[in-house]
């Protein structure tokens, strides 16, 4: 089966930086755009950031500045840089290529 595993995550304080890794048990070579969501509790799953496969990127207003998403397809990797964090940011983080396999999920938490 198509596997999306995402890693990185974990507490971070406020104004700190974590990098999450989305490793695909499947090649990224094909037409198919990988993105970040998030989703906190009693929250809806919401877009964080996408980025198709000829390197196109999209984000959300909320972290627009802050988060980088980028993609090795060699390596079948998504990555998600995420700078200068903040409480609000806290949320489970979910891996997604195209419109149909998702990761797991990862904690991220920022909190003092």
């Known amino acids: 089966q198509v596997q999306l595993v995402e890693s990185g995550g974990g507490l971070v304080q406020p104004g700190g930086s974590l990098r999450l890794s989305c490793a695909a048990s499947?090649?990224?070579?094909?037409?198919?755009?990988m993105a970040w969501y998030r989703q906190a509790p009693g929250k809806q799953r919401d877009l964080v950031a996408a980025?198709?496969?000829?390197?196109?990127?999209n984000y959300a207003d909320s972290v627009k500045g802050r988060f980088t998403i980028s993609r090795d397809n060699a390596k079948n990797t998504v990555n998600l840089q995420m700078n200068s964090l903040k409480p609000e940011d806290t949320a489970v983080y979910y891996c997604?290529?195209?419109?149909?396999?998702w990761g797991q999920g990862i904690q991220v938490t920022v909190s003092s």
């Open positions: 997604r290529r195209g419109t149909a396999v």
């Open positions: 499947v090649s990224l070579s094909g037409f198919y755009t």
């Open positions: 980025i198709t496969y000829g390197g196109t990127t």
